[in-house]
């Protein structure tokens, strides 16, 4: 097995930690060590008993009605400044009587000043307060003298304005309205009655406090709630007592913040490690790849905090976020079993967030089993939107087998779960569309990459069957013989059917010049074997030319490159080292530029092409002579180390060797021979 280079590894243990980090420090917490609960809910946690007597309040909706009420019987305070008040009207008489008026008498001016007196006896308030008792929300209001207080209507309270526009009206007199407005009456009308904040304040939080005192004492030792009772709005407000009493009375701020936060770094330190074990036994080809693991581990933090950012924006947000994505996306790319085991972390990780841990763990569980068994072999939006539905009912089945299990009925089953389901399968959706941005970013291939491409309308395979004809038939066949080997070992089918399409594509450039396109005439009857290898071999430079040129992605690349690897065009070869006895032959200008076949799939194609062209020249088809065809051809490659670098196994190659054996005899069956038909003599009543 390869072993990483230094590089490597740093890369690793740099994605470890930043995946660590990202997770711990994005956790929703608290400085309080705090149950996790909810309203009409059964509680989750043993029995619980008072360690200390407990004050019992009034529930939170309760509390809010009576404070509501409070608000709207509670008469505001408000005091009078009778020195404002006193020096304002003094300056005004002063102006009055200083200001030439020729046309008021003496009498008159004592009338308006009379009317001015009379306003702010009355009360003078501003704007903002006079618009209420307009509105009817202050009747009344109350002044404090002598610690007592006298609750006094708002009925003849006025606005500046407002006591302007009575004084005006009063004056009904031209020349006594002049007189208001030549001594600027409406800019010295000032509010002598004001709001005291500060006393309104204190009696408004003293009735608070005599209205939501305790209405009663859970005793130490009294028992709380037990495993199973249903959270009521009582019962939670007894138990945010105790943990604000409990926060209080701690000594020790690091068993409060700094442990659990240990405690939620080596819980995410286990689980990542979990999935790096994983990797490294199970799936080692996985681990030593870079993009990979970078994939996988930036799928799995990314998912996580944005469900952390769902779980703290949204109430129930962890059941709008679709957490089946990751096995989605992973089965897409890598297999089923690391999606399965991907998806076991991601949930694991986030329960941690979760309200009800045991319940979302085994929703998401079962979603996840049917997203990846509805998936198998995904080729078509149509299967994401067949999946999202099956996602949705898996979704409620499961969340409703829990809630008949704790709660004992359908009654407080919560609509809205249903709701933030539908939405869940809805998000689903956008994992196509990252389907194609992972494609770019890690190098990946999708099955639907690898449906879309194995079209034969694709333009290159299409420009294949009208160039090269026989070719595009051979590869045809190559592809269904490689495929029902890859069925036979568990390879990835879809990848060898379309990479063995493509193999062969550099064909294009020199049709004539090989076997299965010519018609009666051979160019290489005019070449020497040197020149007639250099074309031959050149097929697959020109293949991944062509290729490079539409953008196939780089596993359909390698088909190409590895399908011959560095082995010999042998017809050539041997030709010319049969005319050159005794001579030590260069095997280089007669050599395919390889590489050797990198992967199972790649050494598919390679025993695939080799049998299936070696096939069309048997003259024996009996199972006798194809069994003995297969095994000679795979034995040589075998021999010639063509598959050293390949994982296939001895396993592997037998059970190849068989599933060629069966197709191929399929193919060549003899077929049974048709009697003719013999007319027979006609009869008496046929002539007549």
């Known amino acids: 097995m390869t072993k990483l280079s230094r590089s490597q590894i740093t890369l690793r243990s740099v994605l470890f930690l930043a995946s660590v980090v990202l997770t711990v420090y994005f956790l929703p917490r608290s400085d309080k060590n705090r149950y996790i609960y909810e309203v009409n809910r059964p509680w989750n946690y043993g029995l619980l008993t008072a360690p200390f007597d407990i004050p019992v309040h009034l529930d939170s909706l309760s509390s809010a009605r009576l404070k509501d009420s409070i ?65 009817g929300e202050l009747p009344a209001v109350r002044f404090v003298h002598d610690n007592v207080a006298i609750s006094v209507p708002t009925t003849e309270f006025l606005s500046a304005y407002r006591a302007y526009e009575h004084i ?3 004056m009904r007199r031209g020349n006594m309205r002049g007189a208001l407005s030549a001594t600027h009456l409406a800019d010295m009308l000032q509010p002598n009655v004001t709001l005291d904040s500060l006393t309104t304040r204190r009696l408004l939080d003293e009735a608070y406090q005599k209205a939501t005192a305790p209405v009663g004492v859970i005793q130490q030792g009294e028992r709380i709630i037990d495993k199973g009772d249903i959270v009521n709005t009582r019962l939670a407000t007894i138990l945010d007592t105790y943990e604000e009493m409990i926060e209080e009375r701690s ?11 240990a405690g939620q770094a080596l819980y995410v330190i286990i689980l990542m490690a979990a999935m790096y074990g994983y990797l490294y036994i199970f799936r080692r080809e996985y681990f030593n790849d870079d993009h990979t693991v970078i994939f996988l581990m930036s799928l799995l933090t990314v998912c996580t905090l944005v469900a952390f950012a769902m779980q703290a924006t949204f109430r129930s947000g962890l059941y709008i976020m679709p957490f089946t994505i990751v096995p ?107 389907m194609f941005l992972l494609e770019r970013v890690f190098g990946f291939t999708s099955r639907v990459t ?90 697959v430079t020109d293949g991944l030319a062509m290729a ?99 994982p296939l196994s001895f396993r592997d190659v037998q059970a190849v060797k068989e599933s060629f054996i069966q197709r191929l005899r399929t193919m060549y069956h003899t077929r049974i021979s048709y009697p003719e038909l013999k007319k027979s003599a006609p009869t008496a009543a046929a002539g007549s």
Do not use: W
């Not at 020790?252 to 936060?261: A, D, G, V």
């Open 450 to 539: 690898l449906v879309e491409l194995s079209d034969t309308n694709n333009p290159l395979l299409r420009e294949l069957s009208e160039q090269c004809p026989g070719t595009f038939n051979h590869s045809m066949a190559v592809s269904n013989l490689a495929s029902a080997a890859a069925q036979a070992i568990g390879a990835n089918v879809q990848m060898v059917r379309t990479g063995a399409l493509y193999h062969d594509i550099g064909k294009i450039k020199n049709p004539a010049f090989f076997t299965e396109n010519q018609h009666g005439v051979n160019p290489h009857d005019a070449l020497d074997p040197i020149q007639s290898a250099r074309v031959v071999t050149g097929h």
């Open 328 to 434: 989605i996306l992973v089965l897409t790319f890598l297999d089923s079993r690391t999606a399965y085991f991907a998806h076991i972390i991601e949930i694991l990780t986030c329960a941690i967030v979760s309200t009800f841990p045991s319940e979302f763990i085994f929703v998401q569980f079962i979603a996840g089993v049917v997203a990846i068994d509805s998936l198998k072999d995904l080729s078509r939006r149509s299967q994401l939107i067949r999946t999202a539905a099956l996602i949705f009912v898996a979704y409620s089945l499961a969340y409703l087998s829990m809630e008949i299990m704790s709660t004992g009925s359908v009654a407080k089953i919560m609509a809205r779960i249903y709701g933030c389901f539908a939405i869940n399968a809805i998000l689903i959706s956008f994992s196509y569309t990252l």
């Open 548 to 646: 490079e040129k539409a953008k196939l992605p780089p596993v359909i690349r390698d088909f190409i490159s590895q399908h011959h690897g560095a082995g010999k065009a042998r017809y050539f070869y041997n030709t010319y080292v049969n005319a050159h006895p005794g001579e030590e032959v260069d095997p280089t200008p007669f050599s395919y530029p390889g590489p050797d076949p990198q992967t199972r799939e790649t050494s598919l194609l390679m025993m695939a092409d080799a049998v299936e062209a070696a096939s069309r020249s048997l003259k024996d088809n009996s199972p006798e002579a194809i069994a003995a065809l297969v095994n000679k051809i795979i034995d040589a490659q075998i021999a010639e180390g063509l598959h050293n670098q390949s």
């Open 251 to 261: 000594d020790t701020k690091i068993s409060q913040h700094h442990y659990p936060i």
């Open 168 to 170: 005006d009206s009063v």
């Open 71 to 135: 608000d709207a019987a509670f008469e505001p305070v408000y005091v009078r400044d009778l020195a404002a008040e006193k020096t304002l009207i003094s300056e005004y008489t002063t102006r009055l009587n200083a200001t030439t008026l020729p046309d008021v008498s003496p009498a008159q001016k004592n009338q308006i000043i009379k009317a001015v007196r009379q306003v702010y006896e009355n009360g003078i308030v501003d704007a903002e307060t006079y618009q209420r008792i307009s509105d």
